[in-house]
């Protein structure tokens, strides 16, 4: 089982996602003493007469001030049988492009709502974003279920309503759980609820110490962006020339037939090298270096790929875009998309349709997308470039959409992600 | 074809995936920047990063200079071990001298004599004199909130300065270093790294760190509630007296608001075992300049702070 779980919070303004997040920290003991006093401090300056935990995650100044959190913060916390990375991403303005952002490293993905609101349409949206980005699970968090008296039958109705949903934009059964929980007394967080007895689950600390984690796609065919070419020329190392980089997908082990795109050159690995010795074997998250048989030319922003099962090679993309810039779309507008290790030149040559956030369905040929819309789009690369479709937590088939005048990230995207999930959302 | 051995460790662990995190995040710097540098004082979160970018380009040597904004209130243990260290690997070392700037009227000293906040302006002038475009800080999120909001590469204006509002989305492994003349970048490979991950690190890997990291006994006296060192930046004042303590430090930065903690941890189990029940945060039990007021970091860095 992996001792490592990276995890993302969604949930609207108000459903309680700091205070949820700061009980995590709190009752896992991963809040240290001079944090909690300062945080006590606060509180009483704030007329409060109980610690706020939600200051416990509220980083900025003008974020303290307004009461809001306004940017992607991650925290770290660890109990005996894990370690848990958390993105705690906002849920108001900019939702999307906060949850994109968070959901695009996260395993598992908890959805807060509030048990006096249930499923709202902002709950929908959030888990079809999750649900496009891949996300492997989801916990539904009933928040604030001290303020329905604890009362079983309105967990059922929400919990059934969110599995459907959720169903639908194909997730299978297992992989999402509703838990009833109140963040602020801690009802089902870590220990089980006196309050809740119909509830026989998991708590949400045990399901997080628990839930089974799909590894890295270690069975999909061998995918390498090279980062940097090492060459030493040193008198220990005057002919080494290995190629390092990040196994975005598969595995490699010397012997290994691969071609070298875009140029399409076959070669066999060698070695596995990393500097505390060779390997017989890596998979995908693993930073080594390969050296190969054969002295091709190689360079930066090249992808080594299993040589049975390489990526397409093309010039025209169809991607999913999620915008995240505060200035639109233009028709035809010239862009730079990162995709791997490799920067290229394109163009945004059609926008085919957009998911309309209000109806919750797509538009044919919108004029624009814009700041937090999604959307399906064709471009053109300025040269052939190797590409998979999106796969789950995007080692492979995710890109930057990138403006050349100034460097800003203007999008997320996906290859070939199906957006009409979201016509289910 | 070779024969197919069977895998000893499929899955990397914890420390492995944030060992592999890193130096992909540093061979990205390598491969898109023209000058990165690489900041190092001696302490244990830059020399773990020193550590990894050995890693990430053996075995070629490592591809970046290191740059030191020396505040002249210095352990001499951490010196001395700052210079083996540069020579072990015939690095390039930039120091950049707090007392200079001082000296030709560039800054000013403070009162209370502390020289941590006047890092910032020989940090970002050495900046602009060397064009470092990619900077390597030791920085982690878990270190205090204002970090939390920090990305792995973190854009910074041509004034040096943090916008912590128009910071850009950072998805998946993908990073975007993209900057305009005169604007350059700040790296944190040890974002997702906690401070008990660095211990079981540096154990794992067997790093050498400076000796006052570990149980040793030190003359030292009691200020604002921690225990401070004599030495360059000053001594105990009237009222305050030292006393033999048996103590270690758990960060390393200026003397004169660098606390050593009670400890009799003197291997690196012991220190594991401390960190782990400890009750304090590093920052909080040793950073006098953290305590200044609630957002004393986070105004630091949009000032260009580490």
Same mark, same amino acid.
Request: charge should be negative; hydrophobic fraction near 40%; include cysteine.
């Given at each position: 089982?992996?001792?490592?779980?990276?995890?993302?919070?969604?949930?609207?303004?108000?459903?309680?996602?700091?205070?949820?997040?700061?009980?995590?920290?709190?009752?896992?003991?991963?809040?240290?003493?001079?944090? %909690?006093?300062?945080?006590?401090?606060?509180?009483?300056?704030?007329?409060?007469?109980?610690?706020?935990?939600?200051?416990?995650?509220?980083?900025?100044?003008?974020?303290? +001030?307004?009461?809001?959190?306004? @940017?992607?913060?991650?925290?770290?916390?660890?109990?005996?049988?894990?370690?848990?990375?958390?993105?705690?991403?906002?849920?108001?303005?900019?939702?999307?492009?906060?949850?994109?952002?968070?959901?695009?490293?996260?395993?598992?993905?908890?959805?807060?709502?509030?048990?006096?609101?249930?499923?709202?349409?902002?709950?929908?949206?959030?888990?079809?974003?999750?649900?496009?980005?891949?996300?492997?699970? %989801?916990?539904?968090?009933?928040?604030?279920? @001290?303020?329905?008296?604890?009362?079983?039958?309105?967990?059922?109705?929400?919990?059934?309503?969110?599995?459907?949903?959720?169903?639908?934009?194909?997730?299978?059964?297992?992989?999402?759980?509703?838990?009833?929980?109140?963040?602020?007394?801690?009802?089902?967080?870590?220990?089980?609820?006196?309050?809740?007895?119909?509830?026989?689950?998991?708590?949400?600390?045990?399901?997080?110490?628990?839930?089974?984690? +799909?590894?890295?796609?270690?069975?999909?065919?061998?995918?390498?962006?090279?980062?940097?070419?090492?060459?030493?020329?040193?008198?220990?190392?005057?002919?080494?020339?290995?190629?390092?980089?990040?196994?975005?997908?598969?595995?490699?082990?010397?012997?290994?037939?691969?071609?070298?795109?875009?140029?399409?050159?076959?070669?066999?690995?060698?070695?596995?090298?990393?500097?505390?010795?060779?390997?017989?074997?890596?998979?995908?998250?693993?930073?080594?270096? %390969?050296?190969?048989?054969?002295?091709?030319?190689?360079?930066?922003?090249?992808?080594?790929?299993?040589?049975?099962?390489?990526?397409?090679?093309?010039?025209?993309?169809?991607?999913?875009?999620?915008?995240?810039?505060?200035?639109?779309?233009?028709?035809?507008?010239?862009?730079?998309?990162?995709? #791997?290790?490799?920067?290229?030149?394109?163009?945004?040559?059609?926008?085919?349709?957009?998911?309309?956030?209000?109806?919750?369905?797509?538009?044919?040929?919108?004029?624009?997308?814009?700041?937090? +819309?999604?959307?399906?789009?064709?471009?053109?690369?300025?040269?052939?470039?190797?590409?998979?479709?999106?796969?789950?937590?995007?080692?492979?088939?995710?890109?930057?959409?990138?403006?050349?005048?100034?460097?800003?990230?203007?999008?997320? #995207?996906?290859?070939?992600?199906?957006?009409?999930?979201?016509?289910?959302? | 074809?070779?024969? *197919?051995?069977?895998?000893?460790?499929?899955?990397?662990?914890?420390?492995?995936?944030?060992?592999?995190?890193?130096?992909?995040?540093?061979?990205?710097?390598?491969?898109?920047?023209?000058?990165?540098?690489?900041?190092?004082?001696?302490?244990?979160?830059?020399?773990?990063?020193?550590?990894?970018?050995?890693?990430?380009?053996?075995?070629?040597?490592?591809?970046?200079?290191?740059?030191?904004?020396?505040?002249?209130? /210095?352990?001499?243990?951490?010196?001395?071990? !700052?210079?083996?260290?540069?020579?072990?690997?015939?690095?390039?070392?930039?120091?950049?001298?707090?007392?200079?700037?001082?000296?030709?009227?560039?800054?000013?000293?403070?009162?209370?004599?502390?020289?941590?906040?006047?890092?910032?302006?020989?940090?970002?002038?050495?900046?602009?004199? /060397?064009?470092?475009?990619?900077?390597?800080?030791?920085?982690?999120?878990?270190?205090?909130?204002?970090?939390?909001?920090?990305?792995?590469?973190?854009?910074?204006?041509?004034?040096?300065?943090?916008?912590?509002?128009?910071?850009?989305?950072?998805?998946?492994?993908?990073?975007?270093?993209?900057?305009?003349?005169?604007?350059?970048?700040?790296?944190?490979?040890?974002?997702?790294?906690?401070?008990?991950?660095?211990?079981?690190?540096?154990?794992?890997? /067997? *790093?050498?760190?400076?000796?006052?990291?570990?149980?040793?006994?030190?003359?030292?006296?009691?200020?604002?509630?921690?225990?401070?060192?004599?030495?360059?930046?000053?001594?105990?004042?009237?009222?305050?007296?030292?006393?033999?303590?048996?103590?270690?430090?758990?960060?390393?930065?200026?003397?004169?608001?660098?606390?050593?903690?009670?400890?009799?941890?003197?291997?690196?189990?012991?220190? *594991?075992?401390?960190?782990?029940?400890?009750?304090?945060?590093? !920052?909080?039990?040793?950073?006098?300049?953290?305590?200044?007021?609630?957002?004393?970091?986070?105004?630091?860095?949009?000032?260009?702070?580490?």
């Amino acid at each position: 089982m992996s001792d490592l779980l990276r995890l993302a919070t969604a949930g609207s303004v108000d459903d309680g996602k700091s205070t949820l997040v700061g009980r995590l920290l709190y009752d896992t003991k991963s809040v240290l003493a001079d944090t %909690l006093e300062a945080v006590q401090r606060a509180s009483v300056d704030k007329g409060l007469s109980t610690p706020d935990l939600s200051l416990l995650v509220d980083g900025l100044r003008s974020e303290r +001030e307004q009461g809001i959190t306004i @940017d992607v913060a991650y925290r770290y916390f660890a109990t005996d049988k894990r370690t848990f990375v958390l993105a705690d991403t906002p849920g108001h303005v900019q939702y999307t492009r906060n949850t994109v952002t968070g959901a695009s490293t996260a395993e598992l993905a908890i959805l807060l709502v509030d048990a006096r609101k249930g499923v709202i349409e902002q709950t929908r949206r959030h888990a079809a974003v999750l649900a496009l980005l891949g996300v492997p699970r %989801l916990v539904l968090a009933v928040n604030k279920i @001290d303020l329905v008296d604890y009362d079983e039958g309105t967990f059922e109705v929400i919990a059934k309503e969110f599995t459907a949903h959720a169903t639908s934009l194909g997730y299978p059964m297992g992989t999402v759980l509703a838990i009833p929980v109140s963040a602020l007394r801690g009802d089902n967080v870590v220990a089980h609820s006196p309050h809740t007895p119909w509830y026989t689950g998991p708590t949400l600390l045990d399901h997080l110490e628990t839930v089974p984690v +799909e590894p890295d796609p270690h069975e999909a065919p061998f995918r390498f962006p090279v980062q940097y070419v090492i060459r030493p020329r040193t008198p220990e190392h005057p002919d080494y020339r290995g190629y390092a980089g990040q196994i975005a997908a598969g595995t490699v082990r010397p012997g290994d037939e691969v071609v070298v795109l875009p140029a399409g050159l076959r070669t066999t690995v060698e070695r596995v090298d990393t500097p505390d010795g060779e390997l017989p074997e890596a998979v995908a998250g693993r930073s080594v270096t %390969l050296l190969l048989a054969d002295d091709v030319d190689i360079s930066r922003g090249d992808v080594i790929a299993a040589a049975t099962e390489p990526p397409a090679l093309t010039d025209e993309l169809s991607a999913t875009l999620a915008w995240l810039a505060d200035k639109p779309l233009r028709h035809n507008q010239k862009v730079l998309v990162k995709s #791997g290790s490799r920067t290229v030149r394109a163009m945004v040559t059609e926008l085919r349709t957009r998911f309309d956030e209000q109806r919750l369905s797509t538009h044919e040929d919108p004029e624009t997308l814009t700041l937090n +819309e999604i959307g399906q789009v064709s471009l053109r690369t300025a040269e052939p470039i190797p590409v998979d479709g999106y796969t789950s937590r995007g080692r492979t088939g995710a890109f930057l959409v990138i403006d050349p005048a100034d460097g800003t990230t203007l999008a997320a #995207g996906l290859v070939g992600a199906p957006l009409p999930l979201l016509d289910k959302a | 074809m070779t024969a *197919i051995i069977e895998p000893t460790q499929p899955t990397l662990d914890a420390l492995g995936r944030l060992e592999s995190e890193a130096v992909h995040i540093m061979r990205e710097v390598a491969g898109e920047f023209d000058r990165p540098v690489i900041l190092f004082s001696g302490g244990k979160d830059s020399t773990l990063l020193l550590h990894l970018a050995v890693k990430a380009f053996w075995p070629a040597p490592v591809p970046f200079p290191l740059l030191h904004v020396d505040t002249g209130h /210095n352990f001499d243990e951490v010196i001395d071990f !700052r210079d083996r260290v540069v020579e072990r690997y015939g690095l390039r070392l930039v120091v950049a001298k707090v007392q200079d700037w001082i000296d030709d009227g560039r800054l000013t000293e403070r009162p209370d004599g502390t020289r941590n906040p006047l890092q910032t302006v020989p940090l970002l002038d050495s900046i602009t004199e /060397n064009r470092f475009d990619a900077v390597f800080g030791g920085g982690r999120r878990d270190e205090e909130r204002a970090r939390a909001k920090e990305r792995i590469f973190s854009l910074r204006n041509s004034f040096g300065q943090w916008e912590p509002r128009r910071q850009r989305p950072e998805l998946w492994n993908l990073y975007n270093g993209r900057h305009r003349p005169g604007e350059h970048v700040r790296v944190f490979p040890l974002s997702n790294w906690t401070e008990l991950d660095v211990w079981r690190y540096i154990q794992r890997e /067997n *790093i050498e760190l400076p000796p006052i990291y570990y149980s040793h006994e030190r003359e030292v006296y009691q200020r604002d509630g921690m225990w401070l060192a004599e030495g360059p930046w000053g001594g105990p004042r009237d009222g305050e007296t030292k006393v033999r303590k048996t103590i270690r430090y758990r960060t390393v930065g200026d003397g004169s608001c660098t606390g050593a903690v009670e400890s009799t941890a003197r291997t690196l189990d012991e220190v *594991i075992a401390e960190v782990a029940a400890s009750r304090l945060t590093e !920052r909080g039990a040793t950073r006098a300049d953290d305590r200044l007021s609630e957002a004393a970091m986070e105004d630091r860095k949009r000032e260009g702070y580490f």
